[in-house]
Nanobody, 123 residues
Framework: QRQLQESGPGQVNASQTLSLRCSVS?????????WSWVRQPPGKGLEWMAT???????DLAPSFKSRTSIFLETPKNQFTLQLRSVTPEDTAMYFC????????????????WGQGTWVTVSS
């Protein structure tokens, strides 16, 4: 059974770069064509951030475009998100997800999801 596992620092200081990794196990990362990062701030809904496809094309949400990178490491079965110049407003649960269709409105009922990793940004 395919599993996704997020890993991250747990806590970063404001203005630093947050780096999150999603490791895919139980199958090839090539099972899904689109791989995304989604976050959920406290008390708010899911917020799509970025998507990379298997050939390296990237789509970024407008609100993150200036400070976000996402890239795929196919041989390692993983993909990575980097969020620069973080602020306390970036405190959230961060999820990685895979899907065979591109969407900017992800939901837990579609594709495969990791359990999420909590990130606190300290001022």
């Amino acid at each position: 059974q395919r599993q996704l596992q997020e890993s991250g620092p747990g806590q970063v200081n404001a203005s630093q770069t947050l780096s999150l990794r999603c490791s895919v196990s139980g199958g090839s990362i090539k099972h899904y064509y689109f791989w995304s990062w989604v976050r959920q701030p406290p008390g708010k809904g899911l917020e799509w951030m970025a998507t990379v496809d298997l050939v390296g094309n990237v789509d970024l949400a407008p609100s993150f475009k200036s400070r976000t990178s996402i890239f795929l490491e196919t041989p390692k079965n993983q993909f990575t998100l980097q969020l620069r110049s973080v602020t306390p407003e970036d405190t959230a649960m961060y999820f990685c997800t895979g899907d065979d269709k591109f969407t900017t409105t992800p939901g837990f009922r579609r594709g495969s999801w990791g359990q999420g990793t909590w990130v606190t940004v300290s001022s």
